[in-house]
């Protein structure tokens, strides 16, 4: 790990080395307040682009690794949890490094679907 590298990860305002071990934009908006993500995304950078701040307490640093902690198993295709403010939907799992998933922002709750870690 080269110095250039930790600074980068630190100050980068996206998660370059996603682009670069994938070769695609981690994140792509694919609706009104809905963008399909990249697992290897990490969740410091996720919370920088949408302003939010970042829960210090967190054990996962990608968004794939944060669906493993939230669902409390290997994430499935088609499996859902609620994380500030947003509802992430698995559309791809493969390996961790081909994880899809999308993420809405101010979807309603179902009744029964609370998660105490949305504001």
């Avoid at 963008?35 to 968004?63: D, H, N």
């Avoid at 994430?75 to 994880?99: C, H, I, K, T, Y």
Wanted: proline share 6%.
């Amino acid at each position: 790990v080269l110095l250039s590298d930790i600074l980068e990860t630190i100050f980068a305002p996206d998660s370059e080395r996603v682009f670069q071990l994938t070769d695609r934009n981690p994140m792509e908006k694919i609706g009104e307040d809905q963008w399909r993500i990249s697992g290897l995304f990490s969740v410091r950078a996720f919370c920088r682009c949408f302003r939010l701040k970042f829960p210090e307490e967190l054990e996962s640093a990608t968004l794939g690794g944060l669906a493993a902690e939230k669902l409390q198993k290997i994430p499935e295709e088609g499996d859902s949890f609620r994380w500030n403010g947003f509802l992430f939907q698995v559309v791809s799992a493969g390996e961790f490094a081909d994880m899809v998933l999308e993420a809405s922002r101010n979807v309603p709750e179902k009744k029964g679907d609370a998660d105490p870690n949305v504001p």
